[in-house]
């Protein structure tokens, strides 16, 4: 298990996250990868022996019916290295990845690694981990109407969130390099805020990543290195120097000739 994750970014979001000492959580289907999920949704409904009105039924339940519930992630990598990364999530090269220190995010946060493979294996264990809160799905879609639906559905919350978490690590196996790790959280639509990305309006939650942390403690405990891209002005690297006096964090550039 690696001690340090990654999460690669652009240098105004890094400014953020390390003068906030938070992190953004964005919704699920506002990801580049969001069709993970809808195909997860899929084979755990293949695994079923179900009509096919409650099939359609759970997977509304599971795609937001309502949009009351926004399932909310933030990516992190085991490996600073991966050009791809860099290219796609750091402004081509330009931007940085922030080493965070696995033990501390735990203490604010539940890490969950993604699955690449063996989907229909890990599916299987989906279901039999779930099936209490499918089967209640089941029985609302076959004995409620109208508002009374929405009523139930509110009583199991929850347990539906658990189950869209278990179903948000499934990831296809071309994506493997990646070794992705996931802080997934469910939020009511009244905790949720909104941004602008490229003209798109983006469901977000943030949240403090140092919230346990002692006033005489320096947060950079949580952030142990700093990684400038191949294309990223050297210039930044005294900036973070500055930002992180400490003997906690550490800063390199990552030098694979890209430019």
């Not at 690669?8 to 996250?17: E, G, Q, V």
């Not at 946060?109 to 493979?117: A, V």
């Not at 499918?134 to 609302?140: P, T």
Request: aromatic share 14%; net charge negative; with cysteine.
């Amino acid at each position: 298990m690696n001690e340090v994750l990654y999460h690669y970014t652009n240098i105004p979001a890094a400014l953020s996250i390390l003068s906030n000492k938070s992190i953004w959580l964005s919704d699920c289907r506002f990801l580049n990868d969001s069709h993970e999920y809808y195909k997860a949704i899929d084979i755990l409904l293949n695994s079923f022996d179900i009509k096919e009105e409650e099939s359609k039924f759970i997977n509304t339940v599971l795609t937001y019916s309502g949009y009351k519930e926004h399932h909310c992630i933030f990516s992190l990598s085991s490996n600073p290295k991966i050009l791809s990364q860099w290219r796609t999530y750091s402004d081509d090269g330009r931007g940085v990845a922030i080493g965070f220190h696995r033990k501390s995010l735990e203490q604010s946060f539940n890490l969950f690694e993604c699955i690449y493979e063996n989907h229909e294996l890990y599916i299987e264990d989906i279901r039999k981990k779930h099936l209490q809160t499918i089967d209640k799905i089941i029985y609302i879609c076959n004995h409620f109407v109208g508002q009374h639906i929405v009523l139930e559905l509110d009583k199991i919350v929850s347990e539906i969130n658990l189950l869209a978490r278990d179903l948000l690590r499934i990831k296809n196996s071309v994506f493997k390099e990646e070794k992705e790790v996931r802080i997934i959280k469910s939020y009511s639509y009244k905790d949720i805020s909104f941004r602008n990305s490229n003209n798109i309006i983006v469901p977000y939650k943030d949240e403090v990543y140092a919230k346990y942390l002692d006033k005489f403690v320096d947060h950079s405990i949580y952030v142990r290195e700093i990684w400038l891209g191949p294309k990223c002005n050297e210039l930044n690297k005294i900036s973070f120097g500055s930002m992180f006096i400490s003997p906690f964090t550490n800063i390199y550039e990552f030098d694979c000739g890209y430019k």
